[in-house]
């Protein structure tokens, strides 16, 4: 009703939603989240909205990757717009899915949270800044959201000018260690 009212309001193709079906904590767990999820998909679908974006079973609790069997595709089947998965996934397991067909896009969380220019280290194949659990959820609003570094020179060098040369990175943080390093 609460999307419905919504699309009605601004158009279904302006309204995305999020769907975390297969999450156990906060006392949000379902006795059949894969069966849940085929019936949001389904009745979102028909209200026609831009994007269903749905977490992986694997991220039940919220940052730890569990064993399952299960698999997003049932409810990626029953959505017929733009499909977004998101939930542990790395450059590989991200072009992967994509390339299955398992999703339209992939939503990176903590990767992007720790790489603000996570797509141009995804180009480069470039090592990737570890993200500090210790500073998510914090209230400032500097540590731990935009205090990561981005690749010196945009690591254009490294890459495009075929200069042998190494393209470091420093933490924004203070102790100006160099914590990435491109071998060309
Ligand atoms: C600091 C931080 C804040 C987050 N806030 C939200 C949120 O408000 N709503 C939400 O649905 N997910 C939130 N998430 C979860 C992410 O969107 C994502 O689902 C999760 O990190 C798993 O994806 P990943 O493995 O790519 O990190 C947050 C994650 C982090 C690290």
């Known amino acids: 009703m609460v999307v419905k009212a919504v699309a009605d309001e601004i158009g279904p193709d302006k309204v995305g939603v999020r769907l975390s079906p297969f999450s156990d904590y906060c006392d949000c767990g379902d006795s059949n989240p894969q069966q849940l999820g085929i019936y949001m998909a389904q009745s979102l679908s028909k209200l026609g909205i831009l994007y269903c974006h749905v977490i992986e079973p694997r991220m039940l609790t919220m940052f730890e990757r569990h064993e399952t069997n299960l698999s997003l595709l049932p409810i990626r089947k ?107």
């Open 78 to 184: 029953a959505f017929s717009g733009t499909f977004i998965v998101a939930g542990g996934y790395n450059r590989k397991e991200g072009n992967k899915v994509i390339a299955n067909g398992g999703a339209d896009l992939v939503a990176y969380g903590r990767l992007f949270l720790a790489n603000p220019d996570l797509p141009r280290r995804f180009e480069l194949d470039a090592e990737l800044n570890k993200a500090d659990r210790s500073t998510f959820y914090t209230h400032d609003p500097v540590v731990g959201y935009t205090d990561y570094p981005f690749l010196e020179n945009n690591g254009y060098h490294a890459k495009h000018q075929k200069v042998s040369q190494q393209g470091e990175a420093y933490t924004a943080r203070g102790d100006h260690k160099p914590i990435i390093l491109i071998q060309t």
